[in-house]
């Protein structure tokens, strides 16, 4: 199964403030973390105003890292090959740090593969979008991707 994921976080090299991934098949899960106490102002202008622009029914969930990565397990649980797509590498990389428990300690994952696909997903043609939005930009990247399938076959 593939799963669209995008994060936000604290300008290069920051922390993760939100995750979320959304299936092919269209399940999502949308995380929120600590917003730390100082931010880009970059992202204090253009992310945090949006963390919480989803629409009526999308759970999002406040979590810490232990909590994070359980969710994520079980979001991904039953999945025996989960292919993990982004569009920027600093997502594969807060991640992959989103999986860990603490020092030393991680979920059990038996496999996971990534992507990275350089493309744009906005403009997106998804009602009420809302980019800087882990969740959206994740749904975005979901139909821009799944849409250039169709197309190429």
Same mark, same amino acid.
């Given at each position: 199964?593939r799963y669209?994921l995008? &994060? %936000?976080f ?11 991934m ?6 999502s899960l949308y995380?929120?973390y %600590? &917003?730390?106490r100082e931010?880009?102002? !970059? ?5 945090? +105003?949006?963390l919480g622009?989803?629409?009526p029914?999308?759970?999002?969930r ?5 909590d994070?990565?359980?969710?994520? =397990?079980d ?9 993990v797509?982004?569009? !920027?590498?600093?997502?594969i990389?807060?991640f992959?740090? =989103?999986?860990?428990l603490?020092?030393?300690? &991680? ?7 990534f992507?990275?696909?350089?493309v744009?997903?906005y +403009?997106?043609?998804?009602p009420?979008?809302v980019?800087h939005n =882990? ?8 139909r821009r991707?799944?849409r250039r %399938?169709?197309?190429?076959?």
């Amino acid at each position: 199964m593939r799963y669209y994921l995008d &994060t %936000e976080f604290n300008g290069f090299g920051g922390v993760l403030m939100s995750l979320a991934m959304v299936r092919q098949d269209g399940p999502s899960l949308y995380l929120l973390y %600590e &917003t730390p106490r100082e931010l880009d102002p !970059w992202v204090k202008r253009n992310v945090v +105003p949006r963390l919480g622009s989803v629409p009526p029914g999308v759970e999002m969930r406040q979590v810490g890292q232990a909590d994070g990565a359980r969710a994520i =397990a079980d979001f991904l649980k039953g999945d025996s090959d989960p292919d993990v797509i982004a569009d !920027w590498p600093d997502d594969i990389r807060l991640f992959c740090a =989103a999986l860990m428990l603490g020092p030393g300690s &991680t979920v059990l994952l038996e496999r996971l593969k990534f992507e990275i696909l350089r493309v744009e997903p906005y +403009p997106t043609d998804l009602p009420g979008a809302v980019e800087h939005n =882990a969740w959206w930009d994740a749904m975005a990247l979901r139909r821009r991707l799944m849409r250039r %399938e169709m197309v190429d076959g």
